[in-house]
């Protein structure tokens, strides 16, 4: 059995925190992963296109932002709300979270997404990508890859956030 060791002796299983986040994904269709109390993404579920785009902007931003910050701070938000929270990420893309508490600490998470809630020609993509000082070839290849982000209706994510909750 696998456990994540965080702050003294409490631990979280991550096993159970895998199991959890793959039955998640594998019936809603969402990429969803588990992070530790640091932010570091410790398991993903249907990485898939999404962690993909991801990746490519991380890559050709040159705003240098850490999704570890971001999916954290979404976190303690989901801990200080009752349980789950949902947000967009610098690049506007739709994330929800639910906090894993042990002993009275967050010791992890649990995120879905990203996702879309419009669809990408209505997308203020060219803004975001304006704020991010994109190169014109970068610049190009986000464009691309937006379409490959899946679009759910902001009902739909608020019931995947409870779900995941």
């Known amino acids: 059995m696998s456990h994540i060791k965080l702050f003294d002796e409490i631990e979280f299983d991550l096993e159970e925190a895998k199991n959890c986040i793959d039955v998640y994904s594998q019936s809603t269709g969402i990429s969803s992963f588990v992070i530790d109390d640091s932010g570091k993404t410790v398991y993903h579920a249907l990485e898939g296109q999404c962690h993909k785009f991801c990746n490519m902007v991380q890559n050709c931003s040159q705003n240098l ?11 303690y938000q989901a801990e200080r709300f009752g349980g789950k929270y949902i ?3 610098p ?10 508490n042990c002993g009275g600490f967050m010791k992890g998470a649990l ?20 704020q991010n000082i994109f190169d014109d070839e970068n610049a190009e290849k986000v464009k691309r890859y ?5 679009v759910i209706k902001p009902e739909v994510v608020t019931s995947l956030s409870e779900l995941l909750f």
């Open 65 to 75: 932002y850490k999704c570890s910050n971001v999916h954290l701070y979404g976190s």
């Open 87 to 89: 947000f967009f990420c």
């Open 91 to 100: 690049m506007g893309l739709t994330h929800w979270v639910s906090p894993i």
């Open 111 to 130: 995120l879905g997404g990203p996702v879309l809630m419009i669809e990408p020609e209505d997308f203020l993509l060219e803004e975001i990508i304006e």
């Open 146 to 150: 937006i379409g490959q982000i899946p």
